[in-house]
């Protein structure tokens, strides 16, 4: 018996392209904590520690912070304080400059509907997004007033 429905973010429920918006997140997050890690150091430790993170089970642990952790030991830093300065970065930074996105035409219907039959709802977003990051890209679609359940649950934020 169907109970969710899991829906992808960037060019299923908004109308973004993906990658180009990964692409200049990860570069202006990279500028900002600059110069605590240098930013290539920081766009290259990023991808090696995604590529291990992701790839290796954690079902204790989200993505994002499995992410951190490795993406801390890789860079030798304190994995409580880069989380709390990409967290920064999310809240402070990225609503600025962050590119646009767009309503796709019947996702918020789909959603709607998938809800009026009892089904949860999840949304599946790359791990590095912060909740708040997320949340504003669904309301930029017009989904962001659905009920929505977010695992695991981050720190909440008034952005949010």
């Not at 830093?77 to 309503?103: M, Y």
């Amino acid at each position: 018996m169907l109970k969710a429905v899991l829906f992808d973010l960037d060019g299923t429920l908004v109308n973004i392209d993906g990658d180009a918006f990964l692409e200049d997140y990860i570069a202006k997050l990279a500028a900002a904590l600059d110069p605590w890690i240098a930013k290539d150091r920081f766009q290259e430790a990023l991808w090696s520690a995604a590529a291990g993170a992701l790839a290796s089970p954690h079902p204790q642990t989200s993505n994002r912070a499995a992410l951190v952790e490795a993406l801390a030991g890789t860079l030798g830093v304190d994995p409580h304080q880069l989380s709390s300065r990409i967290d920064q970065f999310s809240l402070e930074t990225a609503p600025a400059i962050l590119p646009g996105g767009s309503p796709l035409p019947g996702a918020r219907e789909a959603v709607l509907a998938a809800q009026r039959r009892g089904l949860k709802v999840a949304v599946a977003t790359t791990p590095v997004y912060h909740l708040s990051v997320v949340k504003r890209a669904l309301r930029r679609g017009g989904a962001g007033d659905n009920q929505w359940g977010f695992y695991p649950t981050e720190p909440q934020d008034a952005t949010q």
